[in-house]
């Protein structure tokens, strides 16, 4: 180190914490080591995953209610959890699904709402309903989150899918025996039920119905405690236990004894079968049956070594499956979370290579390492957070990381450069590291703050796209805080302590990197300098020409031009088909189109590559499949749906698609005249909702299903639009029974037909109990010979209080009709859906919903008295959103104002800087059409995130133009050319390093960053126009607002009669020097 670096610390005046810090290296040194070994350490401690893990602001109240009709469900269940949920505190929308067999109700959540408190509310109030149905079960009441599924696995085979299903168990249980796995089940196989089955002439000899033979198995298999008796010798536990787990334990119960003592035992009368409850539900796997193990990730637990543990403890459970039984792995979370972090780390490497050549190209190449050093010191600075603050490292978190990466060393480029400019003035490095540092620490405070203020609006957007993006906010916050204290508190100190280059590579690097510095400074002096002077003559011209762009780029906006997509899809390796047949269809018609899926996927396989490209194939009757997005569940069940899912390799290993796929799957199927809808859908990830969701709402269902077949008309005469799905549908046959007078003669009431005929079809549950892991029911049927058909049911004979028997078609009046195969209801009133999916490319959803509404929405209610309409789904999603980024848009400009009127002293001067806002996006529009995007809600956040990045040039060239007045008192003209030469080259390595940071993904090929990349363009692009707008539209403005000042204080003068000031002196358009 040589005198001028050392010996200087002594000259230096002033004293304060940035001073105290560059003169103590050793403080700034530990301060850094601090913030590096934190960040390492607590890395370890990050979750890790694929997407955030969220609670979506909603609460799940789910009612099974066996055997029931959704009329009944309806009736018995969801109006009295409605009326008890409706109006707690926190509550703000009430939607309830009625099925067969079981209700849903989700509560919405106000924004504001404490989740847990009214979590707990719900919970209370439906504890307090007294009026469920006696067979109805217990509620179960939840917030709605996405579970992190990691792997899934699948047995398979040529065996019983008893047999499958035990291997299964088998798996699991091997699976959660290991410390590094905490949850797993089980998919694709119905529930374990032990069934006994009493024919009608058993039931007549021996006097008994079926809810007494429940009730006998009930007595007779249980465990039940007795106490404990102290004897002299110790204690003494008493039991009775009569519990019986298997076909002969149930066979071998008494149901009849006769005087003499004989009994007549269970299986003398019924047949007691081990088997799976009464479902259309299956699955297969390469064409075999198959049941499918799901192992997911808890807490803290890392994918990575959650599949690697599945995978090793495969291998060895693998050996001893017996002959004919596989298993195979299906979908591996934690694969595709490896490919999107391999996907973003490449990316962050490439845009940190890339800021560091710039800061090499436009720095001394020892002040741009120093300056490239707060990157990992901050982001390991927030990597320490990160716990703390419940965020993981997933897909958007990493994101967040490589939108800041650009933004990062703003702060510190703007210190670095200022005290690498007093430095080759002449000033000793110590001196030129706390004065340059003091000059500009006031703007470089204010402009990240600016830019926090910017990005907190992202943390109060309502609903599923809140939840899920709000870890942007948290990071690039977190981010840029540290920076600050970086630039402001380590920097000085390594730049204040380095020695001038003598000679060998640094003097060489440095001799390169002068030459360049010569290079920039005569483009300033020769290019810029002359322009802006030009530019600020005619002022009025450059920014009416600054205006007239902005205008024309909003009219493109306007015009529908340039397309919106709320949230693009994202591509996954997973393509799926859903089927959906009109209601009550039989299971063997739905798997006939279910084998036409199969069969048509297979021949495009084989076009595609064939076995190299697919990992499995797997098909299901009886649901949809999964739904992502809010709420999560399943799409439908039933014998009436199925899905195919086609699995491939992850897509660096093939070279299709697999959207291009499941476009060419569904033209080969081509139409299916049996099916009501058929969906195929390549997408993965978070999802807000259908592009087109139309709710409508009426009390007469007659007047709801022809307002939904208009608007199903409607759509699908409309061009991109396919998929379309009407809520309204015919139900199952059903059959209505009214007591007659002849019954209530004979002592017969409602109840005594409803029970009995409920435990002839439906069943007699006698009891629950625990098998391992697995809850198995015990009832009492018919066989299933005698249960068949409509003749059975009318010819089902009912027992009398006095033990006679009558026919059910005379004990009750039957009439034949249709039930709702669901029933949907909004705040208490029936809805029905007409939903539809877009082709890309083909239809936007702004363009089709906008169509729709003034064709026909606006209409239907003078059409239909007493309908009303709303847009739901993505729309609702986008409504709420767009609203709250709106109000939230509002208020970081206010912020961003008073951070900025606060150094300034001033009304006019923030407007000023805040000028560039609004060119900003013109230059993230210009991005998105450049390259061929539609904007999306993405881009949305980017924009609004966008008004506190451009604002901090501006800021630090008003900034330094207010400084030119004060010390050197220079003409308006003259400072604010003066100050863009002097902070040219900090206001274009800001915006270069920004741009560069985000270049790598902004040009990322993969389909699977596509929803990311919006943002990325929004920014990058934005501060890249927001610089010119900066340098020249800035000052512009900057010099009509002091006309307008001057024009209006000689306009006061001349009231007063004073004497007008001498005329100015005419602006020169002569060279600026640069060492000002």
Same mark, same amino acid.
């Given at each position: 180190m040589d005198s001028n670096s050392s010996g200087s610390s002594g000259m230096v005046a002033g004293s304060g914490a940035i001073a105290w810090m560059a003169k103590n290296p050793v403080a700034a040194n530990l301060l850094m080591i601090l913030l590096i070994v934190g960040g390492l350490l607590m890395a370890g401690?990050?979750?890790?995953?694929?997407?955030?893990?969220?609670?979506?602001?909603?609460?799940?109240?789910?009612?099974?209610?066996?055997?029931?009709?959704?009329?009944?469900?309806?009736?018995?269940?969801?109006?009295?959890?409605?009326?008890?949920?409706?109006?707690?505190?926190?509550?703000?929308?009430?939607?309830?699904?009625?099925?067969?067999?079981?209700?849903?109700?989700?509560?919405?959540?106000?924004?504001?709402?404490?989740?847990?408190?009214?979590?707990?509310?719900?919970?209370?109030?439906?504890?307090?309903?007294?009026?469920?149905?006696?067979?109805?079960?217990? =509620?179960?009441?939840?917030?709605? &989150?996405?579970?992190? !599924? @990691?792997?899934?696995?699948?047995?398979?085979?040529?065996? /019983?899918? #008893?047999?499958?299903?035990?291997?299964?168990?088998?798996?699991?249980?091997?699976?959660?025996?290991?410390?590094?796995?905490?949850?797993?089940?089980?998919?694709?196989?119905?529930?374990?039920?032990?069934?006994?089955?009493?024919?009608?002439?058993?039931?007549?000899?021996?006097?008994?119905?079926?809810?007494?033979?429940?009730?006998?198995?009930?007595?007779?298999?249980?465990?039940? =405690?007795?106490?404990?008796?102290? &004897?002299?010798?110790? !204690? @003494?536990?008493?039991?009775?236990?009569?519990?019986?787990? /298997?076909? #002969?334990?149930f066979s071998e119960i008494p149901v009849v004894t006769g005087p003499a003592g004989t009994e007549v035992r269970l299986g003398d009368i019924a047949r007691v079968r081990e088997t799976f409850a009464e479902t259309d539900e299956s699955a297969s796997f390469g064409g075999m049956s198959a049941v499918m193990i799901r192992v997911y990730r808890i807490g803290s637990q890392k994918p990575l070594a959650v599949a690697e543990a599945v995978r090793e403890l495969t291998a060895k459970f693998e050996a001893q499956l017996p002959e004919g039984v596989k298993i195979a792995q299906w979908q591996d979370m934690s694969e595709i979370y490896a490919q999107r972090m391999d996907l973003l780390m490449r990316n962050a490497q490439t845009g940190l290579i890339l800021v560091v050549l710039c800061l090499s190209l436009f720095l001394e190449i020892r002040v741009a390492l120093w300056v490239a050093w707060g990157i990992p010191?901050?982001?390991?600075?927030?990597?320490?957070?990160?716990?703390?603050?419940?965020?993981?490292?997933?897909?958007?978190?990493?994101?967040?990381?490589?939108?800041?990466?650009?933004?990062?060393?703003?702060?510190?480029?703007?210190?670095?450069?200022?005290?690498?400019?007093?430095?080759?003035?002449?000033?000793?490095?110590?001196?030129?590291?706390?004065?340059?540092?003091?000059?500009?620490?006031?703007?470089?405070?204010?402009?990240?703050l600016t830019t926090v203020a910017a990005f907190t609006p992202l943390f109060f957007l309502p609903g599923f796209m809140g939840k899920f993006m709000s870890v942007i906010p948290v990071i690039v916050i977190s981010v840029l805080l540290f920076s600050l204290v970086e630039s402001l508190f380590i920097l000085p100190a390594h730049l204040g302590h380095l020695s001038r280059p003598q000679g060998g590579i640094y003097g060489a690097i440095f001799r390169f990197q002068q030459r360049f510095v010569v290079g920039l400074d005569r483009f300033i002096e020769k290019v810029y300098a002359p322009i802006a002077r030009a530019a600020l003559r005619f002022r009025y011209f450059t920014l009416t020409l600054g205006f007239a762009t902005l205008v024309l780029t909003l009219t493109y906006v306007a015009s529908g031009l340039i397309g919106f997509r709320f949230l693009p899809g994202i591509e996954g390796d997973v393509v799926t088909a859903a089927v959906e047949l009109p209601y009550g269809s039989s299971v063997e018609q739905t798997r006939r189109v279910q084998e036409r899926l199969v069969r048509t996927a297979q021949e495009v396989v084989k076009e595609y590559g064939g076995d190299p490209v697919l990992r499995g194939l797997f098909a299901q009757v009886g649901s949809r499949g999964p739904v992502m997005g809010p709420g999560g569940g399943s799409g439908g069940s039933g014998g009436h749906v199925a899905n195919v899912r086609v699995f491939f390799v992850p897509s660096d290993l093939r070279d299709f698609k697999t959207g291009d796929f499941a476009a060419e799957w569904r033209k080969r199927v081509g139409p299916v005249p049996e099916a009501k809808t058929i969906n195929f859908s390549a997408n993965m990830g978070p999802s807000a909702g259908k592009p087109v969701d139309v709710e409508l709402s009426h009390a007469d269902e007659d007047v709801l299903e022809r307002a939904a077949d208009e608007v199903t008309a409607v759509l699908r005469g409309y061009a991109g639009v396919h998929d379309v799905e009407n809520g309204v549908a015919l139900g199952k046959p059903q059959l209505d029974l009214t007591l007659t007078p002849e019954a209530r003669t004979l002592g017969l009431t409602s109840t005594d037909i409803a029970r009995q005929v409920r435990g002839a079809f439906y069943g007699a549950e006698a009891l629950r109990q625990q098998d391992g892991r697995d809850e198995v029911r015990v009832i009492a049927r018919l066989p299933l010979e005698e249960r068949r058909s409509e003749h059975d049911i009318e010819e089902l004979l009912i027992r009398t209080p006095q033990g006679g028997e009558v026919p059910l078609h005379e004990a009750a009046v039957i009439e034949r009709g249709r039930s709702w195969p669901s029933i949907e209801r909004a705040d208490g009133k029936r809805i029905v859906h007409v939903t539809a999916e877009l082709r890309e490319g083909e239809a936007t959803p702004g363009m089709v919903n906008g169509k729709l509404k003034a064709e026909l929405l606006d209409g239907l209610p003078d059409k239909y008295p007493g309908l009303s309409w709303q847009m739901g789904g993505e729309n609702r999603e986008q409504a709420e959103s767009f609203g709250s980024l709106k109000t939230g848009a509002l208020m970081a400009l206010l912020a961003i104002y008073a951070l900025l009127a606060i150094p300034f002293r001033s009304y006019v001067q923030p407007l000023i800087v805040m000028a560039a806002i609004p060119f900003g996006l013109v230059g993230a529009i210009g991005g998105h059409i450049l390259l061929g995007y539609e904007l999306s809600m993405m881009s949305m956040m980017g924009m609004v995130a966008l008004s506190g990045v451009v604002v901090n040039d501006s800021l630090v060239l008003i900034d330094a133009t207010n400084e030119f007045r004060r010390t050197r008192a220079l003409s308006h003209f003259d400072a604010v050319v003066a100050a863009g030469v002097r902070r040219f080259r900090p206001i274009l390595l800001t915006s270069v390093t920004t741009f560069f940071g985000l270049m790598p993904m902004i040009l990322e090929p993969s389909v699977q960053a596509r929803f990311l990349i919006p943002m990325a363009i929004s920014l990058g692009f934005g501060v890249m126009f927001a610089t010119a707008i900066t340098l020249i539209l800035v000052p512009a403005l900057y010099l009509a607002v002091e006309d307008l000042r001057r024009g209006l204080r000689a306009w006061w003068d001349l009231v007063k009669g004073k004497k007008p000031p001498p005329p100015r002196a005419p602006e020169s358009l002569e060279n600026y020097p640069l060492d000002v």
């Open positions: 401690r990050v979750k890790q995953e694929v997407f955030p893990e969220t609670e979506l602001d909603m609460v799940s109240i789910t009612v099974p209610y066996p055997g029931a009709s959704p009329a009944e469900v309806e009736q018995g269940i969801v109006l009295a959890v409605e009326e008890a949920v409706r109006g707690i505190d926190g509550v703000k929308r009430v939607v309830a699904t009625a099925s067969e067999g079981s209700a849903r109700i989700n509560a919405e959540l106000t924004i504001d709402a404490d989740d847990e408190k009214v979590l707990a509310d719900v919970k209370s109030a439906v504890d307090r309903i007294t009026s469920l149905p006696k067979d109805a079960e217990r =509620p179960v009441v939840s917030l709605v &989150t996405n579970r992190s !599924e @990691v792997i899934s696995m699948v047995v398979y085979g040529a065996q /019983d899918l #008893r047999v499958l299903r035990k291997i299964a168990e088998q798996a699991r249980d091997v699976y959660l025996s290991d410390p590094r796995i905490t949850q797993a089940d089980l998919a694709g196989a119905p529930k374990k039920e032990i069934s006994i089955e009493v024919p009608r002439e058993q039931l007549r000899v021996h006097n008994l119905t079926l809810e007494q033979i429940a009730q006998k198995v009930s007595q007779t298999s249980l465990q039940l =405690p007795g106490g404990g008796v102290k &004897t002299a010798t110790g !204690e @003494v536990l008493v039991r009775t236990d009569e519990r019986r787990e /298997d076909e #002969r334990g010191t901050s982001f390991l600075g927030a990597l320490f957070l990160m716990p703390m603050l419940g965020v993981s490292v997933n897909m958007i978190s990493l994101f967040a990381f490589i939108v800041v990466l650009g933004m990062v060393v703003d702060d510190a480029i703007v210190v670095g450069e200022n005290i690498f400019e007093r430095a080759q003035r002449g000033e000793s490095y110590i001196d030129a590291a706390i004065a340059g540092s003091r000059e500009v620490g006031i703007p470089v405070v204010f402009s990240v």
